[in-house]
């Protein structure tokens, strides 16, 4: 793993999720910046993925089940090579490759369509059921938002997945602490969230998502699980890399302006 190389990948992403929020006026930038770590260590340096044949047999599978992070698979998508980065900046407008929560029918390189909270992990669930089925070895990751955590579907999925003992399926949390209206603790209380896993019958690991050598090792572990999922809490920071923004619920879904654009590129570029 080159470390150096990831980190400056991640730059380029977390850049370009606040150009194309700017340009589209709308989107959400916080929990983009939280799960940029995570996606750029999945997409260059753990899954099978195939650029030229996204839909190849044998990749790899990753479910964005906080689907409102798209800008943060797309960017990556995009710095990936599954689509020319030109189409980053017409994000959210009609007509474009890149609307505001992933389409797995027109997006290369997205496996579901996710938005509505709790679905992602379900899909991931059945796509990884279907994979053990078919005695293939491809393994499913799916991230989600700690706020989406307080759905119930989520919890359906978790106990599905540990009956059918789906050792191919990872789940990563984005364990920021904030939703949109605040911190999830005041909201509805995820706590003890890693003795609810383990009561679902998974095994919990945890990290801080913004390390890659913590993050390495977290999923080196998770693919030495024998007959049950495996769930990586990752301790991350809402807004990550934007001073204004991190830990800033209020960044949860809205657009910088210009003044605000230009300084957030700076500090992330800087």
Not at 6 to 23: D, G
Request: with cysteine.
């Amino acid at each position: 793993m080159d470390k150096e190389v990831l980190f400056n990948k991640s730059k380029e992403i977390r850049k370009n999720i606040i150009e194309m929020i700017y340009e589209a006026k709308s989107g959400h930038p916080g929990g983009a910046l939280s799960c940029t770590d995570i996606i750029t260590y999945l997409y260059f340096e753990r899954m099978k993925v195939y650029v030229n044949e996204p839909h190849k047999d044998g990749r790899d599978r990753f479910v964005l089940s906080k689907g409102h992070a798209a800008p943060a698979l797309y960017a990556t998508l995009a710095e990936k090579g599954f689509f020319c980065k030109d189409e980053l900046m017409k994000l959210r407008k009609i007509g474009a490759l890149l609307q505001g929560h992933p389409d797995a029918k027109n997006i290369p390189g997205v496996d579901v369509s996710t938005g509505s909270l709790g679905q992602g992990i379900s899909n991931a669930v059945g796509m990884a059921l279907g994979l053990k089925l078919e005695n293939k070895d491809s393994k499913v990751y799916v991230l989600l938002g700690d706020g989406e955590l307080q759905e119930g579907l989520v919890w359906e999925a978790a106990m599905c997945a540990a009956h059918y003992k789906l050792d191919n399926l990872v789940a990563i949390v984005d364990y920021n602490g904030l939703q949109i209206d605040g911190k999830n603790e005041e909201v509805m209380s995820i706590s003890p969230l890693d003795e609810k896993w383990k009561s679902f019958g998974w095994k919990v690991i945890k990290c801080d998502g913004h390390d890659y050598e913590e993050l390495d090792k977290a999923f080196e572990e998770a693919d030495k699980a024998n007959n049950t999922p495996v769930v990586i809490i990752a301790k991350t920071i809402k807004g990550k890399g934007v001073s204004f923004m991190e830990n800033q619920a209020g960044w949860h879904g809205q657009a910088p302006n210009l003044e605000q654009k230009e300084k957030a590129i700076t500090e992330i570029c800087g």
